[in-house]
């Protein structure tokens, strides 16, 4: 191991290595969009979820309900027939 350490060969090849691998990552720019390679996991299911902190108020009783202003007109008695 010593002598491999030593050896002036050994230290100009990992270098040029780690060159050329530095020289090809650089080159490349980084993907908008990452493919998928095997099987994606489907969404957590509580990722819909929103947590209430504190009390919830129940709806008022009349957000439902529609207020007619002026007279409502029966419907006209041609309009079931086909």
């Known amino acids: 191991m010593r002598n491999f ?38 969404p957590a299911p509580w990722d819909g979820l929103a947590v209430a902190i504190g009390p919830t108020m129940p709806p008022a009783p009349w957000d439902g309900l529609a207020v007619a202003i002026g007279p409502t007109m029966p419907p006209a008695p041609w309009d079931g027939l086909v």
């Open 5 to 42: 350490l030593e050896n002036k060969f050994a230290h100009v090849v990992v270098l040029s290595l780690f060159v050329f691998a530095f020289a090809l990552n650089a080159g490349t720019p980084m993907p908008s969009a990452m493919v998928a390679i095997g099987p994606t996991m489907p």
